[in-house]
Protein backbone atom coordinates (compact mmCIF):
# COMPACT_ATOMS: atom_id res chain seq x y z
CA UNK A 1 0.00 0.00 0.00
CA UNK A 2 2.88 2.64 1.00
CA UNK A 3 4.26 0.96 -2.43
CA UNK A 4 1.52 2.22 -4.14
CA UNK A 5 1.23 5.54 -2.83
CA UNK A 6 4.91 5.76 -3.77
CA UNK A 7 4.20 4.66 -7.02
CA UNK A 8 1.41 6.83 -7.46
CA UNK A 9 3.60 10.27 -6.34
CA UNK A 10 6.32 9.43 -8.96
CA UNK A 11 2.93 9.27 -11.69
CA UNK A 12 1.66 12.27 -10.52
CA UNK A 13 5.21 13.88 -11.04
CA UNK A 14 5.85 12.63 -14.19
CA UNK A 15 2.68 14.22 -15.37
CA UNK A 16 3.03 17.29 -13.93
CA UNK A 17 6.27 18.04 -15.49
CA UNK A 18 6.00 17.47 -18.57
CA UNK A 19 2.53 19.79 -19.29
CA UNK A 20 2.65 19.49 -22.81
CA UNK A 21 2.67 15.97 -23.17
CA UNK A 22 -0.12 15.93 -20.62
CA UNK A 23 -2.27 18.42 -22.23
CA UNK A 24 -2.26 16.66 -25.46
CA UNK A 25 -3.47 13.48 -23.46
CA UNK A 26 -5.85 14.89 -21.85
CA UNK A 27 -7.89 16.54 -25.07
CA UNK A 28 -9.16 13.59 -26.63
CA UNK A 29 -10.55 12.53 -23.26
CA UNK A 30 -11.50 15.80 -22.27
CA UNK A 31 -13.64 16.46 -25.88
CA UNK A 32 -15.51 13.21 -25.40
CA UNK A 33 -16.16 13.53 -22.07
CA UNK A 34 -17.47 16.77 -22.76
CA UNK A 35 -19.36 15.81 -25.35
CA UNK A 36 -21.21 12.66 -23.54
CA UNK A 37 -22.22 15.26 -20.82
CA UNK A 38 -23.76 17.58 -23.06
CA UNK A 39 -25.95 15.16 -24.91
CA UNK A 40 -26.66 12.95 -22.55
CA UNK A 41 -28.29 16.10 -19.80
CA UNK A 42 -30.18 17.16 -22.68
CA UNK A 43 -31.53 13.94 -23.77
CA UNK A 44 -32.30 12.87 -19.96
CA UNK A 45 -33.70 16.28 -19.66
CA UNK A 46 -35.50 16.44 -22.79
CA UNK A 47 -37.14 13.08 -21.65
CA UNK A 48 -38.29 14.52 -18.35
CA UNK A 49 -39.80 17.22 -19.77
CA UNK A 50 -42.15 15.88 -22.51
CA UNK A 51 -43.15 12.77 -20.02
CA UNK A 52 -44.24 15.86 -17.65
CA UNK A 53 -46.07 17.50 -20.14
CA UNK A 54 -47.46 14.18 -21.62
CA UNK A 55 -48.53 13.62 -17.83
CA UNK A 56 -49.93 17.16 -18.03
CA UNK A 57 -51.65 16.73 -21.23
CA UNK A 58 -54.08 14.20 -19.14
CA UNK A 59 -54.69 10.24 -19.34
CA UNK A 60 -58.28 10.91 -19.71
CA UNK A 61 -57.80 12.68 -23.01
CA UNK A 62 -57.62 11.82 -26.51
CA UNK A 63 -56.74 13.89 -29.07
CA UNK A 64 -58.86 13.31 -32.66
CA UNK A 65 -57.00 15.09 -35.42
CA UNK A 66 -58.70 15.96 -38.72
CA UNK A 67 -56.71 14.20 -41.50
CA UNK A 68 -55.16 10.60 -42.27
CA UNK A 69 -52.17 9.65 -40.47
CA UNK A 70 -51.13 12.98 -38.39
CA UNK A 71 -48.92 13.93 -36.38
CA UNK A 72 -49.31 16.38 -33.16
CA UNK A 73 -47.77 19.18 -34.70
CA UNK A 74 -46.72 18.28 -38.30
CA UNK A 75 -48.63 20.57 -40.92
CA UNK A 76 -50.47 18.92 -43.30
CA UNK A 77 -53.04 19.48 -46.29
CA UNK A 78 -56.09 20.77 -44.84
CA UNK A 79 -58.91 18.23 -44.44
CA UNK A 80 -62.64 19.52 -44.21
CA UNK A 81 -64.59 16.37 -42.94
CA UNK A 82 -64.45 17.00 -39.22
CA UNK A 83 -67.36 19.23 -38.22
CA UNK A 84 -68.53 20.60 -35.02
CA UNK A 85 -71.56 18.52 -35.10
CA UNK A 86 -68.87 15.44 -34.98
CA UNK A 87 -67.44 16.71 -31.74
CA UNK A 88 -71.49 17.42 -30.17
CA UNK A 89 -72.56 14.03 -31.48
CA UNK A 90 -69.31 12.10 -29.53
CA UNK A 91 -70.33 13.98 -26.59
CA UNK A 92 -73.97 12.62 -26.72
CA UNK A 93 -73.73 9.58 -28.12
CA UNK A 94 -70.37 7.70 -27.11
CA UNK A 95 -70.76 6.42 -23.20
CA UNK A 96 -67.70 7.68 -21.08
CA UNK A 97 -66.82 10.92 -22.76
CA UNK A 98 -66.84 13.25 -20.29
CA UNK A 99 -66.36 16.07 -22.45
CA UNK A 100 -65.20 17.57 -26.03
CA UNK A 101 -63.23 20.29 -26.92
CA UNK A 102 -63.38 21.32 -30.98
CA UNK A 103 -60.16 23.50 -31.82
CA UNK A 104 -59.29 25.37 -34.63
CA UNK A 105 -56.00 27.19 -34.62
CA UNK A 106 -54.19 29.57 -36.61
CA UNK A 107 -51.34 31.21 -36.06
CA UNK A 108 -50.13 34.24 -37.11
CA UNK A 109 -53.16 36.33 -37.82
CA UNK A 110 -53.21 40.07 -37.39
CA UNK A 111 -54.85 41.68 -34.71
CA UNK A 112 -55.39 45.41 -33.99
CA UNK A 113 -56.14 48.00 -31.33
CA UNK A 114 -55.92 51.38 -32.14
CA UNK A 115 -52.88 52.02 -34.21
CA UNK A 116 -51.09 49.42 -32.66
CA UNK A 117 -51.09 45.81 -33.93
CA UNK A 118 -49.60 42.13 -33.55
CA UNK A 119 -49.90 39.05 -35.03
CA UNK A 120 -51.50 36.26 -32.88
CA UNK A 121 -52.50 32.49 -32.66
CA UNK A 122 -56.57 32.65 -32.97
CA UNK A 123 -58.00 29.49 -30.83
CA UNK A 124 -61.59 29.09 -31.70
CA UNK A 125 -62.88 26.38 -29.39
CA UNK A 126 -65.28 26.17 -26.42
CA UNK A 127 -65.71 26.99 -22.84
CA UNK A 128 -63.86 23.21 -21.92
CA UNK A 129 -60.86 24.69 -23.43
CA UNK A 130 -59.44 26.21 -20.16
CA UNK A 131 -59.90 23.08 -17.96
CA UNK A 132 -58.93 20.90 -21.11
CA UNK A 133 -55.60 22.38 -21.09
CA UNK A 134 -55.35 23.11 -17.24
CA UNK A 135 -55.65 26.46 -17.34
CA UNK A 136 -57.91 29.47 -16.65
CA UNK A 137 -58.38 33.58 -16.68
CA UNK A 138 -56.09 35.48 -14.28
CA UNK A 139 -58.49 38.08 -14.43
CA UNK A 140 -61.96 38.75 -15.89
CA UNK A 141 -63.71 35.41 -17.20
CA UNK A 142 -63.37 32.72 -19.72
CA UNK A 143 -65.90 31.88 -22.46
CA UNK A 144 -69.14 30.65 -21.44
CA UNK A 145 -71.43 28.58 -23.20
CA UNK A 146 -74.12 31.45 -24.22
CA UNK A 147 -70.92 33.17 -26.22
CA UNK A 148 -70.71 30.05 -28.12
CA UNK A 149 -74.74 29.78 -28.53
CA UNK A 150 -74.67 33.77 -29.36
CA UNK A 151 -71.29 33.54 -31.66
CA UNK A 152 -70.60 36.70 -29.00
CA UNK A 153 -67.31 38.37 -30.40
CA UNK A 154 -65.45 38.02 -27.06
CA UNK A 155 -62.04 37.06 -26.45
CA UNK A 156 -59.53 36.18 -24.25
CA UNK A 157 -56.41 36.69 -24.78
CA UNK A 158 -52.69 35.91 -23.38
CA UNK A 159 -50.41 37.71 -21.57
CA UNK A 160 -47.81 38.45 -24.63
CA UNK A 161 -50.93 40.17 -26.77
CA UNK A 162 -51.94 42.18 -23.89
CA UNK A 163 -48.74 43.70 -23.40
CA UNK A 164 -48.44 44.27 -27.00
CA UNK A 165 -51.80 45.88 -27.29
CA UNK A 166 -51.99 47.19 -23.70
CA UNK A 167 -48.97 47.69 -22.31
CA UNK A 168 -50.05 48.84 -18.53
CA UNK A 169 -53.69 49.02 -19.11
CA UNK A 170 -56.33 46.85 -17.59
CA UNK A 171 -57.85 45.55 -21.28
CA UNK A 172 -61.22 43.77 -20.01
CA UNK A 173 -63.91 45.42 -21.33
CA UNK A 174 -61.64 46.92 -24.43
CA UNK A 175 -61.94 46.29 -27.94
CA UNK A 176 -59.78 44.60 -30.46
CA UNK A 177 -59.40 44.26 -34.17
CA UNK A 178 -58.94 40.10 -35.64
CA UNK A 179 -60.22 40.07 -39.01
CA UNK A 180 -61.22 43.50 -39.12
CA UNK A 181 -64.20 41.69 -36.38
CA UNK A 182 -64.36 43.71 -33.66
CA UNK A 183 -64.43 41.78 -30.20
CA UNK A 184 -64.76 42.93 -26.89
CA UNK A 185 -62.19 41.37 -24.60
CA UNK A 186 -63.57 39.23 -21.68
CA UNK A 187 -60.67 38.10 -19.92
CA UNK A 188 -56.69 37.29 -19.64
CA UNK A 189 -55.23 33.62 -19.36
CA UNK A 190 -52.62 32.80 -17.08
CA UNK A 191 -49.01 33.00 -18.33
CA UNK A 192 -48.67 29.26 -20.11
CA UNK A 193 -45.02 29.40 -21.24
CA UNK A 194 -43.55 27.70 -24.75
CA UNK A 195 -44.63 24.31 -25.82
CA UNK A 196 -42.06 21.82 -26.85
CA UNK A 197 -41.84 23.27 -30.08
CA UNK A 198 -41.25 26.46 -28.59
CA UNK A 199 -44.04 28.32 -29.86
CA UNK A 200 -45.40 31.16 -27.17
CA UNK A 201 -48.45 29.67 -25.94
CA UNK A 202 -49.30 33.60 -24.29
CA UNK A 203 -49.38 35.01 -27.83
CA UNK A 204 -52.87 33.46 -28.33
CA UNK A 205 -55.96 34.87 -28.02
CA UNK A 206 -59.21 32.43 -27.49
CA UNK A 207 -62.70 33.15 -29.08
CA UNK A 208 -65.59 30.54 -28.71
CA UNK A 209 -65.82 28.31 -32.04
CA UNK A 210 -68.91 29.16 -33.87
CA UNK A 211 -67.86 32.66 -33.83
CA UNK A 212 -64.79 32.04 -35.80
CA UNK A 213 -65.96 29.79 -37.71
CA UNK A 214 -68.85 32.06 -38.92
CA UNK A 215 -67.21 35.55 -38.95
CA UNK A 216 -63.24 35.15 -38.91
CA UNK A 217 -62.39 31.82 -40.63
CA UNK A 218 -65.67 31.48 -42.45
CA UNK A 219 -65.04 27.75 -42.78
CA UNK A 220 -67.43 25.04 -41.61
CA UNK A 221 -65.14 22.35 -40.39
CA UNK A 222 -62.66 21.69 -37.51
CA UNK A 223 -58.77 20.89 -36.96
CA UNK A 224 -58.86 18.85 -34.18
CA UNK A 225 -61.66 17.19 -31.50
CA UNK A 226 -59.56 16.76 -28.04
CA UNK A 227 -62.10 14.39 -25.99
CA UNK A 228 -62.28 13.29 -22.41
CA UNK A 229 -63.19 10.22 -21.21
CA UNK A 230 -64.67 9.44 -17.87
CA UNK A 231 -63.02 6.31 -16.95
CA UNK A 232 -59.68 6.02 -18.55
CA UNK A 233 -59.22 2.15 -17.42
CA UNK A 234 -61.79 1.79 -20.50
CA UNK A 235 -59.89 4.28 -22.81
CA UNK A 236 -58.62 1.34 -26.10
CA UNK A 237 -62.32 0.81 -26.29
CA UNK A 238 -63.18 4.58 -25.98
CA UNK A 239 -60.92 5.21 -28.78
CA UNK A 240 -62.50 2.43 -30.64
CA UNK A 241 -66.12 3.80 -30.54
CA UNK A 242 -65.30 7.22 -31.41
CA UNK A 243 -63.61 5.87 -34.42
CA UNK A 244 -66.16 3.19 -35.86
CA UNK A 245 -68.62 6.46 -34.74
CA UNK A 246 -66.40 8.62 -36.70
CA UNK A 247 -66.33 6.62 -39.99
CA UNK A 248 -70.21 5.83 -39.89
CA UNK A 249 -70.70 9.69 -39.93
CA UNK A 250 -68.17 10.53 -42.40
CA UNK A 251 -70.00 7.46 -44.73
CA UNK A 252 -66.29 5.63 -44.46
CA UNK A 253 -66.98 2.60 -46.51
CA UNK A 254 -65.14 -1.24 -45.33
CA UNK A 255 -61.28 -0.64 -46.55
CA UNK A 256 -61.32 3.54 -46.88
CA UNK A 257 -58.73 4.84 -44.75
CA UNK A 258 -59.71 7.17 -42.02
CA UNK A 259 -59.84 10.58 -42.50
CA UNK A 260 -58.86 11.75 -39.03
CA UNK A 261 -55.84 10.76 -36.76
CA UNK A 262 -56.52 9.09 -33.03
CA UNK A 263 -53.86 10.27 -30.87
CA UNK A 264 -53.56 9.12 -27.25
CA UNK A 265 -51.52 9.26 -24.35
CA UNK A 266 -50.32 5.86 -25.26
CA UNK A 267 -49.59 6.32 -28.53
CA UNK A 268 -47.19 9.73 -27.60
CA UNK A 269 -45.76 8.08 -24.91
CA UNK A 270 -44.35 5.40 -27.52
CA UNK A 271 -43.39 8.05 -30.03
CA UNK A 272 -41.13 9.95 -27.49
CA UNK A 273 -40.06 6.51 -26.18
CA UNK A 274 -38.79 5.61 -29.45
CA UNK A 275 -37.45 8.80 -30.66
CA UNK A 276 -35.49 8.93 -27.04
CA UNK A 277 -34.10 5.69 -28.35
CA UNK A 278 -32.71 6.93 -31.23
CA UNK A 279 -31.13 9.65 -29.47
CA UNK A 280 -29.99 7.17 -26.79
CA UNK A 281 -28.01 5.42 -29.65
CA UNK A 282 -26.87 8.85 -31.07
CA UNK A 283 -25.53 9.05 -28.10
CA UNK A 284 -23.81 6.56 -27.28
CA UNK A 285 -21.91 6.29 -30.69
CA UNK A 286 -20.77 10.02 -31.06
CA UNK A 287 -19.61 9.43 -27.31
CA UNK A 288 -18.11 6.07 -28.30
CA UNK A 289 -16.10 7.58 -31.10
CA UNK A 290 -15.09 10.58 -29.29
CA UNK A 291 -13.61 8.19 -26.65
CA UNK A 292 -12.17 5.80 -28.90
CA UNK A 293 -10.37 8.48 -30.01
CA UNK A 294 -8.82 9.73 -26.99
CA UNK A 295 -7.97 6.53 -26.29
CA UNK A 296 -6.16 5.85 -29.27
CA UNK A 297 -4.49 9.51 -28.70
CA UNK A 298 -3.43 8.59 -25.05
CA UNK A 299 -2.08 5.21 -25.91
CA UNK A 300 0.19 6.96 -28.94
CA UNK A 301 1.25 9.17 -26.87
CA UNK A 302 1.98 6.72 -23.83
CA UNK A 303 3.80 4.39 -26.36
CA UNK A 304 6.12 7.45 -27.68
CA UNK A 305 6.98 8.49 -23.91
CA UNK A 306 7.93 4.98 -23.30
CA UNK A 307 10.16 5.18 -25.77
CA UNK A 308 11.61 8.76 -25.18
CA UNK A 309 11.83 7.54 -21.46
CA UNK A 310 13.67 4.49 -21.89
CA UNK A 311 16.71 5.80 -19.59
CA UNK A 312 14.13 6.44 -16.85
CA UNK A 313 12.78 3.08 -17.37
CA UNK A 314 16.39 1.92 -17.34
CA UNK A 315 17.56 3.89 -14.03
CA UNK A 316 14.50 3.32 -12.16
CA UNK A 317 14.82 -0.77 -12.94
CA UNK A 318 18.58 -0.71 -11.86
CA UNK A 319 17.67 0.70 -8.36
CA UNK A 320 15.01 -1.33 -7.69
CA UNK A 321 11.94 -1.16 -9.58
CA UNK A 322 10.44 -4.18 -10.22
CA UNK A 323 8.62 -4.82 -13.62
CA UNK A 324 5.31 -4.74 -11.93
CA UNK A 325 6.44 -1.33 -10.04
CA UNK A 326 7.38 -0.07 -13.91
CA UNK A 327 3.99 -1.11 -15.14
CA UNK A 328 1.89 0.73 -12.35
CA UNK A 329 3.89 3.90 -12.64
CA UNK A 330 2.77 4.15 -16.11
CA UNK A 331 -0.56 3.30 -15.93
CA UNK A 332 -1.44 5.23 -12.95
CA UNK A 333 -0.19 8.07 -15.43
CA UNK A 334 -2.68 6.78 -18.21
CA UNK A 335 -5.23 6.83 -15.81
CA UNK A 336 -4.58 9.90 -13.88
CA UNK A 337 -4.27 11.79 -17.24
CA UNK A 338 -7.72 10.21 -18.25
CA UNK A 339 -9.53 10.87 -14.96
CA UNK A 340 -7.97 14.83 -15.33
CA UNK A 341 -8.78 15.07 -18.83
CA UNK A 342 -12.51 13.79 -17.45
CA UNK A 343 -12.94 15.93 -14.67
CA UNK A 344 -12.64 18.95 -16.74
CA UNK A 345 -14.76 17.27 -19.49
CA UNK A 346 -17.22 17.18 -17.14
CA UNK A 347 -16.78 20.72 -15.90
CA UNK A 348 -16.74 21.96 -19.84
CA UNK A 349 -20.05 20.57 -20.66
CA UNK A 350 -21.92 21.28 -18.12
CA UNK A 351 -20.57 25.08 -18.45
CA UNK A 352 -21.40 24.57 -22.18
CA UNK A 353 -24.57 23.16 -21.20
CA UNK A 354 -26.10 25.96 -18.98
CA UNK A 355 -24.99 28.37 -22.11
CA UNK A 356 -26.82 25.82 -24.12
CA UNK A 357 -29.67 26.42 -22.28
CA UNK A 358 -29.53 29.98 -21.72
CA UNK A 359 -29.56 30.23 -25.65
CA UNK A 360 -31.87 27.42 -26.62
CA UNK A 361 -34.25 26.82 -23.88
CA UNK A 362 -33.29 23.37 -23.34
CA UNK A 363 -34.45 21.89 -20.09
CA UNK A 364 -30.71 21.39 -18.63
CA UNK A 365 -30.73 20.16 -14.82
CA UNK A 366 -27.03 19.40 -13.72
CA UNK A 367 -27.66 15.15 -13.81
CA UNK A 368 -25.89 12.37 -11.79
CA UNK A 369 -26.41 10.07 -14.29
CA UNK A 370 -23.93 11.82 -17.36
CA UNK A 371 -21.12 12.89 -14.65
CA UNK A 372 -20.77 9.52 -13.35
CA UNK A 373 -20.85 7.94 -16.63
CA UNK A 374 -18.62 10.40 -17.69
CA UNK A 375 -16.20 9.79 -15.05
CA UNK A 376 -16.27 5.65 -15.39
CA UNK A 377 -15.87 5.75 -18.74
CA UNK A 378 -12.50 7.96 -18.90
CA UNK A 379 -11.01 5.86 -16.06
CA UNK A 380 -11.64 3.07 -18.43
CA UNK A 381 -10.14 4.74 -21.16
CA UNK A 382 -7.55 5.63 -19.22
CA UNK A 383 -7.04 1.74 -18.58
CA UNK A 384 -7.45 -0.03 -21.87
CA UNK A 385 -5.35 3.02 -23.46
CA UNK A 386 -2.42 2.67 -20.42
CA UNK A 387 -2.14 -1.39 -20.22
CA UNK A 388 -0.15 -1.95 -23.56
CA UNK A 389 2.60 1.33 -23.29
CA UNK A 390 2.92 0.43 -19.81
CA UNK A 391 3.46 -3.44 -20.61
CA UNK A 392 6.10 -2.39 -22.71
CA UNK A 393 7.78 0.29 -20.89
CA UNK A 394 7.75 -3.16 -18.06
CA UNK A 395 9.15 -5.24 -19.70
CA UNK A 396 11.95 -3.17 -21.54
CA UNK A 397 15.53 -5.34 -20.45
CA UNK A 398 16.95 -2.97 -18.36
CA UNK A 399 20.78 -2.97 -19.81
CA UNK A 400 19.30 -2.00 -23.15
CA UNK A 401 17.52 0.99 -21.41
CA UNK A 402 20.46 2.15 -19.89
CA UNK A 403 22.56 2.10 -22.55
CA UNK B 1 31.13 -10.19 -0.66
CA UNK B 2 31.31 -11.41 -4.43
CA UNK B 3 32.06 -14.92 -5.28
CA UNK B 4 32.21 -15.83 -8.88
CA UNK B 5 32.72 -19.40 -10.23
CA UNK B 6 33.33 -20.21 -13.55
CA UNK B 7 30.50 -17.64 -15.27
CA UNK B 8 29.37 -18.54 -18.64
CA UNK B 9 27.55 -15.88 -20.72
CA UNK B 10 26.34 -16.44 -24.12
CA UNK B 11 24.20 -14.06 -26.68
CA UNK B 12 22.06 -15.33 -29.49
CA UNK B 13 22.89 -13.01 -32.59
CA UNK B 14 20.51 -14.78 -35.25
CA UNK B 15 22.05 -18.15 -35.73
CA UNK B 16 24.85 -17.31 -34.34
CA UNK B 17 26.05 -17.68 -30.41
CA UNK B 18 28.07 -15.39 -29.10
CA UNK B 19 30.42 -16.06 -26.06
CA UNK B 20 31.23 -13.32 -24.05
CA UNK B 21 32.24 -14.83 -21.34
CA UNK B 22 33.90 -18.08 -21.11
CA UNK B 23 34.48 -19.04 -17.33
CA UNK B 24 35.17 -16.32 -15.36
CA UNK B 25 35.61 -16.99 -11.43
CA UNK B 26 36.80 -14.38 -9.32
CA UNK B 27 36.52 -13.02 -5.54
CA UNK B 28 36.19 -10.03 -4.05
CA UNK B 29 36.14 -9.14 -0.54
CA UNK B 30 34.60 -6.73 2.30
CA UNK B 31 36.24 -3.15 1.50
CA UNK B 32 38.35 -4.19 -0.81
CA UNK B 33 38.65 -1.06 -4.04
CA UNK B 34 39.00 -3.04 -7.37
CA UNK B 35 39.46 -2.18 -10.90
CA UNK B 36 37.82 -4.10 -13.47
CA UNK B 37 40.01 -3.32 -17.13
CA UNK B 38 40.04 -4.10 -20.40
CA UNK B 39 39.72 -2.99 -23.90
CA UNK B 40 35.34 -2.69 -25.21
CA UNK B 41 34.74 -5.61 -26.43
CA UNK B 42 36.30 -8.08 -24.22
CA UNK B 43 33.60 -8.61 -21.82
CA UNK B 44 33.64 -6.54 -18.61
CA UNK B 45 30.56 -4.77 -19.38
CA UNK B 46 28.96 -8.13 -19.46
CA UNK B 47 30.42 -9.26 -16.65
CA UNK B 48 29.73 -5.63 -14.47
CA UNK B 49 25.86 -6.50 -15.54
CA UNK B 50 25.75 -9.61 -14.22
CA UNK B 51 27.80 -8.80 -10.39
CA UNK B 52 24.78 -5.92 -10.90
CA UNK B 53 22.07 -8.25 -10.82
CA UNK B 54 20.91 -6.69 -14.34
CA UNK B 55 21.79 -9.82 -16.19
CA UNK B 56 21.72 -13.60 -15.03
CA UNK B 57 24.88 -15.92 -16.47
CA UNK B 58 24.57 -18.62 -18.88
CA UNK B 59 25.69 -20.91 -16.31
CA UNK B 60 28.02 -20.41 -13.13
CA UNK B 61 27.73 -19.24 -9.63
CA UNK B 62 27.45 -15.79 -8.28
CA UNK B 63 27.35 -15.25 -5.01
CA UNK B 64 26.66 -11.81 -3.31
CA UNK B 65 26.85 -11.03 0.52
CA UNK B 66 26.52 -14.64 1.23
CA UNK B 67 23.31 -14.79 -1.21
CA UNK B 68 23.05 -16.99 -3.98
CA UNK B 69 22.02 -15.10 -6.91
CA UNK B 70 22.52 -16.81 -10.55
CA UNK B 71 19.18 -18.57 -9.80
CA UNK B 72 17.08 -15.43 -8.75
CA UNK B 73 13.69 -14.15 -10.94
CA UNK B 74 13.50 -11.15 -12.07
CA UNK B 75 11.54 -9.70 -8.49
CA UNK B 76 14.51 -11.05 -6.45
CA UNK B 77 17.42 -9.68 -8.88
CA UNK B 78 15.43 -6.33 -8.46
CA UNK B 79 15.32 -6.49 -4.83
CA UNK B 80 18.96 -7.35 -4.29
CA UNK B 81 19.85 -4.66 -6.78
CA UNK B 82 17.83 -2.57 -4.62
CA UNK B 83 19.33 -3.41 -1.40
CA UNK B 84 23.13 -4.86 -2.15
CA UNK B 85 23.87 -2.60 -4.92
CA UNK B 86 25.02 1.43 -5.60
CA UNK B 87 25.20 1.87 -9.52
CA UNK B 88 27.04 4.68 -11.05
CA UNK B 89 27.21 5.63 -14.33
CA UNK B 90 29.27 6.90 -17.19
CA UNK B 91 26.46 9.10 -18.46
CA UNK B 92 25.05 9.71 -14.66
CA UNK B 93 21.65 8.67 -15.82
CA UNK B 94 19.91 11.16 -13.56
CA UNK B 95 15.64 11.90 -13.93
CA UNK B 96 16.00 15.23 -16.36
CA UNK B 97 12.82 17.11 -14.54
CA UNK B 98 13.95 15.97 -11.09
CA UNK B 99 15.90 17.97 -8.24
CA UNK B 100 18.75 16.63 -6.69
CA UNK B 101 17.44 15.06 -3.96
CA UNK B 102 14.24 14.08 -6.07
CA UNK B 103 17.08 11.85 -7.51
CA UNK B 104 18.59 10.64 -4.70
CA UNK B 105 15.86 9.27 -3.27
CA UNK B 106 14.67 7.33 -6.04
CA UNK B 107 16.51 3.77 -4.57
CA UNK B 108 14.60 4.55 -1.42
CA UNK B 109 10.97 4.24 -3.09
CA UNK B 110 11.45 0.94 -4.66
CA UNK B 111 12.84 -0.36 -0.94
CA UNK B 112 10.96 -0.57 2.02
CA UNK B 113 11.45 2.52 3.90
CA UNK B 114 10.06 4.55 6.97
CA UNK B 115 10.60 7.87 7.43
CA UNK B 116 11.56 11.44 5.91
CA UNK B 117 13.15 10.91 2.32
CA UNK B 118 14.17 14.22 2.02
CA UNK B 119 16.06 14.34 5.63
CA UNK B 120 18.13 11.32 4.24
CA UNK B 121 18.64 13.04 1.14
CA UNK B 122 19.96 16.09 2.29
CA UNK B 123 22.20 14.32 4.49
CA UNK B 124 24.13 12.32 1.57
CA UNK B 125 24.03 15.27 -0.27
CA UNK B 126 25.44 17.49 2.62
CA UNK B 127 28.02 14.27 2.70
CA UNK B 128 29.44 14.97 -0.39
CA UNK B 129 29.66 18.39 -0.83
CA UNK B 130 26.15 19.14 -2.58
CA UNK B 131 24.51 20.70 0.37
CA UNK B 132 23.79 23.78 -1.46
CA UNK B 133 22.32 21.99 -4.79
CA UNK B 134 19.61 20.06 -3.13
CA UNK B 135 16.62 21.68 -5.04
CA UNK B 136 18.32 22.16 -8.05
CA UNK B 137 17.60 20.48 -10.98
CA UNK B 138 20.17 18.12 -13.20
CA UNK B 139 20.93 20.90 -16.16
CA UNK B 140 21.27 23.29 -13.50
CA UNK B 141 24.86 21.72 -12.13
CA UNK B 142 28.32 20.94 -13.70
CA UNK B 143 29.00 17.34 -14.87
CA UNK B 144 31.09 16.62 -11.76
CA UNK B 145 28.21 17.94 -9.88
CA UNK B 146 25.87 15.48 -11.09
CA UNK B 147 28.16 13.12 -11.09
CA UNK B 148 28.10 13.34 -7.42
CA UNK B 149 24.54 13.31 -7.27
CA UNK B 150 24.51 10.39 -9.09
CA UNK B 151 27.01 8.79 -5.96
CA UNK B 152 24.88 10.45 -3.31
CA UNK B 153 22.02 8.04 -5.53
CA UNK B 154 23.85 5.19 -5.25
CA UNK B 155 24.80 5.71 -1.66
CA UNK B 156 21.53 6.15 0.11
CA UNK B 157 20.30 2.22 0.56
CA UNK B 158 23.78 2.26 2.31
CA UNK B 159 24.89 -1.04 -0.26
CA UNK B 160 26.61 -3.46 0.29
CA UNK B 161 29.08 -2.76 -2.89
CA UNK B 162 29.62 0.55 -5.02
CA UNK B 163 29.79 -0.48 -8.99
CA UNK B 164 30.87 2.20 -11.54
CA UNK B 165 31.00 2.25 -14.81
CA UNK B 166 33.09 4.43 -16.36
CA UNK B 167 32.76 6.89 -13.80
CA UNK B 168 34.93 9.78 -15.51
CA UNK B 169 34.21 8.72 -18.66
CA UNK B 170 32.40 12.33 -19.02
CA UNK B 171 34.31 15.00 -17.25
CA UNK B 172 36.88 17.07 -17.33
CA UNK B 173 40.01 15.85 -15.42
CA UNK B 174 39.38 17.84 -12.56
CA UNK B 175 36.16 16.63 -11.80
CA UNK B 176 37.16 13.36 -12.38
CA UNK B 177 39.90 13.47 -9.66
CA UNK B 178 37.07 15.01 -7.83
CA UNK B 179 35.08 11.95 -7.85
CA UNK B 180 37.68 9.67 -7.54
CA UNK B 181 38.23 11.46 -4.53
CA UNK B 182 35.00 10.61 -3.36
CA UNK B 183 35.68 6.72 -4.41
CA UNK B 184 38.45 7.16 -1.65
CA UNK B 185 36.72 8.27 1.11
CA UNK B 186 34.31 5.75 0.43
CA UNK B 187 36.85 3.19 0.65
CA UNK B 188 38.26 4.44 3.55
CA UNK B 189 35.01 4.14 5.48
CA UNK B 190 34.67 0.71 4.39
CA UNK B 191 32.57 0.33 1.36
CA UNK B 192 33.46 -2.44 -1.35
CA UNK B 193 34.17 -0.74 -4.61
CA UNK B 194 33.96 -1.67 -8.09
CA UNK B 195 35.29 0.66 -10.97
CA UNK B 196 35.33 -1.13 -14.76
CA UNK B 197 37.18 1.16 -16.82
CA UNK B 198 39.26 1.02 -19.67
CA UNK B 199 41.48 4.85 -18.65
CA UNK B 200 44.98 3.07 -17.03
CA UNK B 201 44.99 6.25 -14.75
CA UNK B 202 41.81 5.88 -13.41
CA UNK B 203 42.36 1.98 -12.63
CA UNK B 204 45.79 2.82 -10.53
CA UNK B 205 44.02 4.31 -7.94
CA UNK B 206 42.42 0.80 -7.16
CA UNK B 207 44.20 -1.71 -4.78
CA UNK B 208 43.97 -4.52 -7.21
CA UNK B 209 43.45 -4.50 -11.05
CA UNK B 210 41.84 -7.46 -13.00
CA UNK B 211 42.23 -7.05 -16.67
CA UNK B 212 39.63 -9.13 -19.09
CA UNK B 213 40.70 -10.27 -22.34
CA UNK B 214 38.35 -12.67 -24.87
CA UNK B 215 35.91 -13.05 -22.02
CA UNK B 216 38.36 -14.64 -19.50
CA UNK B 217 40.65 -13.37 -16.77
CA UNK B 218 43.94 -12.22 -18.20
CA UNK B 219 45.47 -10.41 -15.07
CA UNK B 220 44.62 -9.95 -11.28
CA UNK B 221 47.24 -8.00 -9.43
CA UNK B 222 47.78 -5.49 -6.64
CA UNK B 223 48.50 -2.03 -7.55
CA UNK B 224 50.76 -1.35 -4.41
CA UNK B 225 49.71 2.23 -4.99
CA UNK B 226 48.10 1.80 -1.80
CA UNK B 227 48.55 1.06 1.82
CA UNK B 228 49.97 -2.58 1.22
CA UNK B 229 46.72 -4.48 1.42
CA UNK B 230 47.31 -8.12 -0.58
CA UNK B 231 44.99 -9.14 -2.99
Not at chain 1, 190 to 198: C, H, L, V, Y
Not at chain 1, 344 to 373: D, E, H, R
Request: glycine letters at 8%; aromatic letters at 6%.
Amino acid sequence: MMRMLRMGRQALKAIATNRTRTVLMMLGVLIGVATLTVIASSVIGARAEVLARVEKFGLQQIGVIAGAGRKPGVPQPVCTSLKLEDAQAILSEIANVKDVCPEIVRTDFPVKRGNKSTYASIVATNSSWASMWGTGPETGRFLSQEDEVYRARVAVIGKTIRRDLFEYEDPVGKQILINNNPFEIIGVLEPRGTSPRGDDLDNQIVIPVSTGQKRVFRQDYLFAVKVEVSDSSEMSRTVNDVREFLRERHNLREGVEDDFTIVTPTLIMTMMSSLSTTFSLFLILVSGISLVVGAIVIANIMFMAVNERRGEIGLRRAVGARKRDILVQFLLEAVCVATTGGILGIALGLLGLKLLSGYMKLPAAIMWQPIVAGLVSAIVVGLIAGIQPAKKAANSHPIEALR
Amino acid sequence: MIKVENLFRTFQKGSLEVQILRGVSLRIRQGEFVSIMAPSGMGKSTLLNILGCLDKPTSGSYILDGIPVHNMDDDELSRMRNRKIGFVFQSFHLLPRMTAWENVILPLIYGDFEGDMKDRAVRVLQAIGLADRVDHLPRELSGGQQQRVAIARALINSPAIILADEPTGNLDSSSGREVMKIFHELHAVGTTMVVVTHDKEVALQADRIIEMKDGRISDDHATGSRSGEAA
